[in-house]
């Protein structure tokens, strides 16, 4: 039986709805009738029917007495705002049932049935109380390959003077790139910067084994690259965190901050910023398209897909690359996401760390070999050997991040602002995969450098950062 006749059957109603509730499909052929009537058509609710779900669900709520009862609505609920985020509003609205909620996870004795509870809270938009009362604290982490070790000497540094973990200090963690590595083994997973710089020098090396960009650039070896690298990146992203670690599931302890990784969808009529999130806003307002259902080593798999380097990601249909390509610096998306979920708080403290920068020149001097556009009408001969020479030089201008810096900080009331970004030491800055055990040396000295020129606005910042 082929498709057309199978769809016949359909819409002359042959095929009872109740039996029929998915489609088998092998190549163009249906296995057999017997299969597809004992299968399931998946059906898409419509969002009547998704409020009238999640409205019985809350009256269940309402009448619930035991935790064992409690804790099978609540996973219901959570499955049902977690695959339809819109439903979120029907639960919003009831502010008894989230009044009861909260309370619930409050007296809760067992930890499961807490997590559950703080995972549906999340789900609605709703948050805890800032850490400082003064207004909200909020960390940004850039991307940058490799260098991300230099935003890790900053965090460190932050951490000694602050006698406390990351995680207590601020409300929201947002990265992109190599940042979203960092995010979310300081957020999510609860590492101190120590064990984050070990676990991030040890991934860098696995992956960047010799020089990637090199056999990138060499046509033969191109598309091998690509697919070794995304093998092996995308292998030790579910060793390390886990194939099942979702966003959600880091929800589960309120104490720990919101977490959003951001990525960029290529597939579309414009490039658009994706927002993986550990929460969901709590209105329908959010300028960017985004999820909390997915896992966490798809979130940095899509965040960090960086052309050249590694293979697009494609999830639900969407072709997601590294989102530094638009946005190396988050710090606008940070500003926004925050004021969603607090929007009636200031903000107290926003730290923007960046992942290095090398000295401009006062007065830039012009190479007469570069004198060439990226529209000039190369021959592919003639092309590729200087687009492969000066590729970091284009990256680095098309990921550039103080441009976000500077227009922040017009905005953000001075004392309130601070972006930490160190100078390099190296001239045209260091290469985005490098691996060399003294490169890294290096750029931890080149952090050192830094914190002890900048010591007086670090320990301004923390001790306006620290919890009273």
């Known amino acids: 039986m082929n498709k057309r006749t199978l769809w016949h059957m359909l819409f002359k109603n042959k095929i009872c709805d109740d039996c029929v509730r998915r489609i088998i499909l092998d190549g163009s052929r249906v296995q057999s009738v017997s299969s597809v009537s004992k299968s399931l058509i998946v059906h898409k609710p419509t969002r009547e029917e998704i409020a009238q779900r999640v409205t019985k669900l809350l009256r269940e709520l309402h009448l619930a007495k035991e935790w064992q009862t409690i804790e099978g609505i609540g996973k219901e609920l959570r499955e049902q705002l977690l695959n339809y985020p819109a439903s979120r509003m029907v639960v919003i609205e009831d502010r008894i049932v989230i009044k009861n909620i909260k309370r619930w996870s409050k007296r809760c004795s067992d930890e499961q049935t807490k997590a559950l509870l703080q995972q549906c809270l999340a789900l609605c938009g709703t948050v805890p109380e800032t850490k400082n009362p003064d207004g909200i604290s909020v960390l940004s982490i850039d991307g940058g390959g490799t260098r991300g070790i230099l935003g890790l000497q900053i965090l460190s540094e932050l951490e000694k003077a602050a ?24 957020g999510a997973k609860g590492m101190s910067v120590e064990e984050t710089k070990e676990a991030y020098l040890r991934h860098c090396s696995d992956v960047f084994k010799g020089s990637s960009f090199d056999r990138v650039w060499s046509l033969g070896g191109r598309f091998a690259s690509l697919k070794d690298n995304t093998t092996a990146w995308t292998a030790i992203l579910k060793g390390s965190l886990g194939s099942d670690f979702c966003m959600i599931d880091s929800a589960r302890d309120s104490k720990k901050p919101r977490v959003a990784i951001v990525s960029l969808i290529t597939n579309t009529n414009q490039l658009i910023p994706f927002v993986f999130r550990n929460y969901e806003p709590p209105t329908y307002d959010s300028p960017y398209r985004g999820s909390a259902k997915y896992r966490f080593w798809e979130a940095i798999r899509a965040s960090s897909a960086a052309p050249s380097y590694f293979e697009e990601f494609k999830l639900d249909g969407f072709m997601h690359q590294d989102g530094g390509i638009l946005l190396n610096n988050p710090i606008s998306i940070a500003l926004q996401e925050a004021k969603q979920l607090w929007p009636h708080k200031n903000f107290h403290c926003v730290i923007s760390i960046g992942n290095g920068k090398f000295m401009p020149e006062v007065d830039p001097k012009i190479d007469e070999r570069r004198d060439v556009t990226l529209s000039t009408p190369y021959q592919l001969g003639a092309w590729f050997p200087w687009l492969s020479k000066h590729y970091n030089t284009i990256m680095e201008s098309a990921t550039e991040t103080e441009l976000f810096h500077h227009c922040v900080a017009s905005l953000i009331p001075a004392g309130s602002y601070f972006r930490l970004n160190p100078y390099v030491s190296q001239p045209e800055g260091y290469a985005l995969d490098t691996i060399d055990s003294k490169v890294f040396e290096q750029m931890k000295r080149d952090a050192e450098l830094y914190v002890r020129r900048n010591r007086l606005e670090i320990f301004a910042t923390i001790s306006r950062r620290k919890v009273q």
């Open 163 to 186: 006698g406390k973990k990351i995680t207590e200090l601020f409300d929201i963690i947002v990265g992109v790139s190599t940042g979203s590595i960092i995010a979310t083994l300081i």
